[in-house]
């Protein structure tokens, strides 16, 4: 847990309280615990937004290695297709 601590930048942050963060520190926290959490199955909405380059890059190294089920909603579907088993394009309704 510490190499991801450290990978993401958090190490000066981890007394902080969470509301004091800027949302792309709170977001990298957020990661952190997913990942530590030891569920079986993840759940990530638009993990990438609000993410530097390097905080990106390591989050793809991060599902690359995983072997949990995770599910991820985004709008940036280039960033994920290497890892995605099944994906799902939802479509708004035809009007009426």
Known sequence: MDDVISRLGLAPFIDKPLGEMSSGTAKKVLIAAAFASGAPVVLFDEPTNELD????????????????TILVATHHVEQFSRFAADAFRLEPAAAA
């Open 53 to 68: 380059a390097a905080s990106i890059a390591f989050f793809l190294e991060l599902l690359g290695a995983s072997s949990r």
